[in-house]
T-cell receptor
Framework: NAGVTQTPKFQVLKTGQSMTLQCAQD?????MSWYRQDPGMGLRLIHY???????DQGEVPNGYNVSRSTTEDFPLRLLSAAPSQTSVYFC???????????FGPGTRLTVT | GQQLNQSPQSMFIQEGEDVSMNCTSSSIFNTWLWYKQDPGEGPVLLIA?????ELTPNGRLTAQFGITRKDSFLNISASIPSDVGIYFC??????????????FGQGTILTVHP
């Protein structure tokens, strides 16, 4: 049981490049979410999904896209990276938003 | 959107001291959660609170769900060096539009001197 896995662990992008942050969980959780963590800001919700085929925006969705074609996977796409997207990104999953969220190890992204 | 204010932002204490931190919200929450994050890791759940007035222990930790449903408190007794880390509160708001949206506080950085 691997829990929540995220790849890559580190990434450097140039402004304007696109990329996908991968997130997978093997706990059969319906609820998955993406957060970004910046110093002094805590974790801010980007997008979330309450089940396969269902996604919705969180607090800071601009510049990010998501899709949820399977229960296990919830990729986060940056279409045109900007320096303001330099951050640590965490994926999480749980049985529901009020239940314990299991976090992945994070992806540290730098956009130059 | 919903705002969570967590305080203090940081604490420097001696081993053996007790610690208190709290979160306040501008709106009502149905659920309060307290997480701890170690450097380079994702947050890990410490205590979950589902009912106003609820006082829940977890070893040396105790968390309370405020009666007004707009605040929560975390206490750590007899701190030890491994308590070092960042502590986050998180809440899920009441109301249909809040379903699925967990809001986190800014975090309290705890340093324990041996």
């Amino acid at each position: 049981n691997a829990g929540v896995t995220q790849t890559p662990k580190f990434q450097v992008l140039k402004t304007g490049q696109s990329m996908t942050l991968q997130c997978a969980q093997d706990m059969n959780h319906e609820y998955m979410s993406w957060y970004r963590q910046d110093p002094g800001m805590g974790l801010r919700l980007i997008h979330y999904s309450v089940g396969a085929g269902i996604t919705d925006q969180g607090e800071v969705p601009n510049g990010y896209n998501v899709s949820r074609s399977t229960t296990e996977d919830f990729p986060l796409r940056l279409l045109s990276a900007a320096p303001s997207q330099t951050s640590v990104y965490f994926c999480a999953s749980s049985y529901g938003p009020s239940y314990e969220q299991y976090f992945g190890p994070g992806t540290r992204l730098t956009v130059t | 959107g919903q705002q969570l204010n967590q305080s203090p932002q940081s604490m420097f204490i001696q081993e053996g001291e007790d610690v208190s931190m709290n979160c306040t919200s501008s709106s009502i929450f149905n659920t309060w959660l307290w997480y701890k994050q170690d450097p380079g890791e994702g947050p890990v759940l410490l205590i979950a609170l589902y009912k106003a007035g609820e006082l829940t222990p977890n070893g040396r930790l105790t968390a309370q769900f405020g009666i007004t449903r707009k605040d929560s408190f975390l206490n750590i007794s007899a701190s030890i060096p491994s308590d070092v880390g960042i502590y986050f509160c998180a809440g899920q708001g009441a109301g249909g539009t809040s379903y699925g949206k967990l809001t986190f506080g800014q975090g309290t950085i705890l340093t324990v001197h041996p």
